[in-house]
Nanobody
Framework: QVQLVESGGGLGQAGGSLRLSCAASGRPFSSYAMGWFRQAPGKEREFVAASRWSSGTTYYADSVKGRFTISGDNAKNTVYLQMNSLKPEDTAVYYC?????????????????WGQGTQVTVSS
């Protein structure tokens, strides 16, 4: 089992950058595939990015490709989401999650462990 705690959210400006952190405890995050999801008010939770550490493969939603980067630091047992060229439509609560199933990387239902979320608000 793994516990996940996100941090780093806040207020950003359009065109600016923010970096989210997801600290894992209980087990190394590299034991799982890890993903980032977001949920805006009145909308369903949507996939943002994920990484399968064993193969080094990363996955991104089309809406963030080229702007966001998922990475991990084994020594700190922390996963990051670097968000550049922010847009107002990136405003949402961002969640990190750990996956142990064989479901598709972009499917939220396939993730077993979730953090509590961190708010990101991007002003225009």
């Amino acid at each position: 089992q793994v516990q996940l705690v996100e941090s780093g959210g806040g207020l950003g400006q359009a065109g600016g950058s923010l970096r989210l952190s997801c600290a894992a405890s209980g087990r190394p995050f590299s034991s799982y595939a890890m993903g980032w999801f977001r949920q805006a008010p009145g909308k369903e939770r949507e996939f943002v990015a994920a990484s399968r550490w064993s193969s080094g493969t990363t996955y991104y939603a089309d809406s963030v490709k080229g702007r966001f980067t998922i990475s991990g630091d084994n020594a700190k047992n922390t996963v990051y989401l670097q968000m550049n060229s922010l847009k107002p439509e990136d405003t949402a609560v961002y969640y990190c999650a750990a996956k142990i199933t064989s479901a598709a990387m972009a499917a939220a239902a396939g993730y077993t462990y979730w953090g509590q979320g961190t708010q990101v608000t991007v002003s225009s």
